[in-house]
């Protein structure tokens, strides 16, 4: 036999489709799988917290977060708090949580209030450039209280919890849970858009209850409002934009037939 | 937000820089390999057929380390969610283990023969998480003169 030196005419070690397909079918079906657990897993979420007691929440998360966190020294209770503390309970004299508050106001400039678990009310103090009224502040804690009426704190974690651990089960790294965070984000967003207007209705009710009018409860949107919009971006917002709050937040008092009257003056800015 | 757009930057930039020169490294392979068909090569112990007498027998090798763009990292991440084919490292290992022996057979062009060829593979950055990984393949074999 002689032998005939020649090449092969075809590669056949290798595949010879087109590897954008491959990619985008992966892609969808990962990003399926994720949306699909999620949503199920968001829907356990929802009905553990319903069994969660303030007190077995404040056993829990006592443990977790212990006393005040070193890191944002609290201001030593001057009177801002002390009177802060005075709105909000009057407040929730006017929707019972079913559990006690506490106020946390502390020095940021971000201006920003939140509801964390153990019944803790996080308010920074870079908030109060952004209301002008003591009705506009009152709006802003009566969402919170809203929020923690809904025990959207937890809502909100727990799914966090799921999140974190469905993206790493599911891709095994960090880098590549990234490709998922539209998913992610989109799913949290529209939830949280959801929880958000109902806080803002909640609150809409404990300030018509506590002032007798709703004037100043739109004060904090107000400033807010930010001349550029990025209509993707929009989406993908925990917070529904403050435009569209402004609206929602007419809209409903115009429903139930709130009027607005005059505001308290910002009592910080006297103190 | 951010971080999505740089990672779909990393894996656009990935695919089009990867496929340019995937492309190019095939078309030198089938250049240089038909270039230098002519030279003999077995993996066999023994020569094909009859050389004659030997003059020298020398070890010779070859080695080539290439690394993977980060398109087909991620689809291959992607890969693994759901098994099957790796089709991205297909082509990896394919151009890796042609560019060795090519590398080894340039540097005899006057053996008669090359026999006793093997590969060692190896992969670079295994295990180190996060990072591009790559693939080194060694050629090693004798080359026959007379």
């Known amino acids: 036999m002689k032998y005939h030196a020649k090449l092969p005419e075809k590669n056949h070690n290798v595949s010879h489709q087109n590897p954008i397909r491959e990619f985008l079918a992966l892609l969808t079906g990962v990003l399926t799988f994720v949306l699909v657990v999620y949503w199920v897993l968001g829907f356990f979420v929802d009905v553990a ?32 708090q002390l009177a802060m503390e005075v709105l909000l309970s009057d407040l929730s004299q006017c929707m019972n949580v079913g559990f006690p508050i506490e106020l946390s106001y502390t020095q940021s400039e971000t201006p920003n209030a939140f509801a964390a678990p153990g019944g803790k009310m996080v308010v920074l103090s870079g908030l109060l450039k952004y209301v002008k009224s003591e009705n506009g502040l009152a709006f802003v804690l009566a969402h919170e209280l809203g929020h923690f009426k809904n025990r959207d704190h937890l809502r909100g974690m727990g799914r966090n919890v799921v999140l974190m651990a469905l993206s790493f089960l599911a891709t095994g790294n960090s880098y590549l849970s990234k490709l998922l965070m539209p998913v992610n984000e989109f799913q949290t967003a529209q939830f949280s858009q959801g929880r958000e207007s109902d806080a803002d209705a909640r609150a809409l009710d404990i300030i018509q209850c506590h002032y007798g009018h709703v004037a100043g409860a739109t004060e904090f949107f107000e400033t807010m409002v930010k001349p550029e919009g990025d209509l993707l971006m929009h989406y993908f917002q925990t917070h529904p934009e403050a435009r569209a709050r402004i609206d929602a937040i007419h809209k409903l008092s115009q429903e139930r037939g709130y009027t607005e009257g005059k505001v308290s003056p910002a009592f910080w800015l006297e103190m | 937000m951010f971080d999505l757009y740089i990672l779909l930057s990393l894996i656009i930039l990935g695919y089009i820089f990867g496929q340019i020169l995937e492309r190019r490294h095939y078309a030198s392979i089938k250049r240089r390999e038909l270039a230098i068909v002519h030279l003999v090569t077995t993996n066999s112990k023994r020569t094909l057929g009859d050389v004659g007498e030997l003059a020298e027998a020398r070890l010779v090798h070859g080695g080539v380390v290439i690394s993977v763009d980060y398109f087909k990292r991620i689809v291959t991440s992607l890969r693994n969610f759901f098994g099957g084919n790796i089709r991205g490292y297909e082509t990896l290992v394919d151009r890796a283990r042609r560019e060795a022996i090519l590398r080894l057979k340039e540097s005899c062009p006057d053996a008669a023969q090359i026999i006793n060829l093997r590969l060692e593979t190896s992969s670079i950055y295994k295990g180190k998480g996060n990072q591009i990984g790559s693939v080194e393949v060694l050629a090693y074999a004798t080359a026959i003169y007379t």
């Open chain 1, 49 to 80: 917290v319903d069994y969660i007691s303030p007190e077995m929440e404040l056993a829990i998360f006592e443990s977790v977060l212990g006393e005040d966190e070193p890191n944002t020294p609290p201001i030593v209770p001057d009177k801002t």
